[in-house]
């Protein structure tokens, strides 16, 4: 079955700074990737969806950007953060050609300062 | 547009009671309908799949419900114990989830079984 690492789990950054937050998977090929922005009180946001090396949607626009530079690798990055950018960051999975079950990481936790 | 709605938004039981957990959706054209559980600050775990063509699934203690004509879904958990509580999510799948992934998520049930 299926494995997605997100890593670092917790990261405190200053406002304009960069950010780089990484996802791998394991376990299946070509899936299909997502991440997702939870904030507190509100629902999940997609943020960004890939089909496949370097094809990426962009669901909100927004200074932040992503990434598939492998089939199982997908980051989030930005160049400069912004205080509105604090959030639990999620990556999930599903499997290509699959019943469209999502599996999620572990999360990662920015705070902007 | 879907719009998932999860009622109650929190609920506290006493351990041992057999509750049920409720998500309804507008709209009825949907592929599936998927259930998780999210603990305080991890991610989400998956807990049952529904295909649009399916009424229920079953999995331990737990067994989800389908009925797309009334646009609802239903989340029965059986004997609740102490480590239950959690964050309950249901998320839809639809033509009209807006969004590329066609995914909707309510904003959870915050559910606490008392020892």
């Known amino acids: 079955s299926q494995t997605i690492h997100q890593w670092p789990a917790t990261l405190v950054q200053p406002v304009g700074s960069p950010l780089s937050l990484e996802c791998t998977v394991e376990?299946?090929?070509?899936?299909?990737l997502y991440w997702y922005r939870q904030a507190a009180g509100r629902g999940l946001q997609l943020l960004f969806y890939?089909?496949?090396?370097?094809?990426i949607s962009s669901e909100v626009p927004q200074n932040l950007s992503a990434s598939r530079p492998q089939d199982r690798q997908f980051i989030l990055s930005s160049k400069k953060l912004l205080l509105s950018d604090s959030g639990f960051y999620l990556c999930?999975?599903?499997?290509?050609?699959?019943?469209?079950?999502?599996?999620f990481g572990e999360g990662s936790r920015l705070t902007v300062l | 547009k879907q719009e998932v709605t999860q009622i109650p938004a929190a609920l506290s039981v006493p351990e041992g009671e057999n509750l049920v957990l409720n998500c309804s959706f507008t709209d009825s054209a949907i592929y599936n309908l998927q259930w998780f559980r999210q603990d305080p600050g991890k991610g989400l775990t998956s807990l049952l799949l529904?295909?649009?063509?399916?009424r229920e699934q079953t999995s331990g203690r737990l067994n989800a419900s389908l009925d797309k004509s009334s646009g609802r879904s239903t989340l029965y958990i059986a004997a609740s114990q102490p480590g239950d509580s959690a964050t309950y999510l249901c998320a839809v799948r639809s033509y009209s989830g807006g969004g590329a992934d066609g995914l909707t998520f309510g904003k959870g049930t915050h559910l606490i079984i008392q020892p």
């Open positions: 376990g299946t090929s070509n899936p299909n």
């Open positions: 999930a999975c599903s499997l290509a050609g699959g019943p469209g079950e999502l599996f």
């Open positions: 529904i295909q649009s063509s399916q």
């Open positions: 890939s089909v496949g090396i370097g094809q």
